[in-house]
């Protein structure tokens, strides 16, 4: 594969747009602002400056259009909001512009790959790839097998994502796959013992650094994630399971209610100057 089309400027859009171009690959990033667009290439020009590979800048591309982006790509992520109707109508797009053998993959972390699939018309071709952020950091990724993934299409998402420098996990298409089901409890029970004042972020956070040797501490993460889409994730994996423990926190539902969304608005469980 050679290019790469990215639906979604969002964090997660351009981080693995991000690693893409630092990969080789051409990559277009797809998104209905254009503001956001320009975002996106900003914060992936950092990045690659930082990675010191400026010169490949040069093979990115923005549009605002799914079917132009999609043309002609060899393989297509979708990095869209965690919302199943939006997934949903953007693979409908996707599937009626894509070539035929295109990989189409979703990055959902939570959602059903086989439901997402529906909008394609159950295309053997969809599968999940979910990526963790920081992309550029995180060497994993989830390789979601679908109801209706053909095995061809799963050795072109290993190839894909050892392609981008990661190392893929193969998993079958169940609420939450492996990291979430394990990783919302972990962010669920910590932000409940917050809010039953047992500890206090910073502690709870460091409890699991040090007691666990975390790299970062559950609140922490879900700050730099965004507890507005760590609110859907939850929503979404309480409503496929119908388990307590994924039931959104309700000081989770009050710091978005609030708009305290952690990193990206200067504030969440912690305070951010910038």
């Known amino acids: 594969m050679s290019s790469l089309c990215v639906i979604g400027g969002g964090t997660m859009g351009r981080g693995i747009a991000g690693v893409a171009l630092a990969a080789g690959l051409t990559t277009t990033l ?20 930082r990675d010191g590979a400026a010169g490949r800048l040069d093979s990115l591309s923005l549009s605002t259009s799914v079917e132009e982006g999609v043309a002609g790509a060899d393989a297509v992520i979708e990095a869209v909001p965690e919302l199943l109707d939006l997934k949903r109508e953007t693979f409908a797009r996707i599937a009626s512009a894509a070539a035929p053998g295109a990989l189409l993959a979703t990055n959902t972390s939570t959602m059903s790959v086989t439901r997402i699939g529906e909008g394609a018309a159950d295309s053997p071709r969809v599968i999940g790839m979910h990526f963790f952020n920081p992309v550029h950091r995180m060497p994993l990724v989830e390789v979601v097998v679908g109801r209706h993934t053909s095995g061809p299409t799963v050795d072109d998402a290993l190839a894909l994502v050892r392609a981008l420098g990661k190392e893929p996990i193969v998993v079958q298409d169940v609420p939450g796959f492996v990291t979430s089901r394990l990783g919302l409890l972990l962010g669920n029970e910590a932000m409940r013992i917050v809010e039953e004042g047992i500890a206090s972020a910073e502690d709870v956070d460091k409890a699991m650094k040090l007691g666990y040797r975390h790299p970062m501490g559950p609140l922490e993460l879900a700050d730099l994630v965004g507890l507005d889409a760590r609110l859907n994730n939850v929503r979404s994996m309480y409503e496929q399971s119908g388990l307590e423990q994924y039931r959104p926190p309700a000081i989770l539902e009050k710091l978005v209610a609030e708009g305290r969304l952690g990193r990206k608005s200067g504030a969440g469980f912690y305070e951010y100057d910038e």
Do not use: Q
């Not at 797809?30 to 400056?49: G, N, W």
């Open 30 to 49: 797809v998104d209905v602002d254009d503001a956001a667009l320009e975002r996106a290439r900003e914060a992936v020009a950092k990045r690659l400056e």
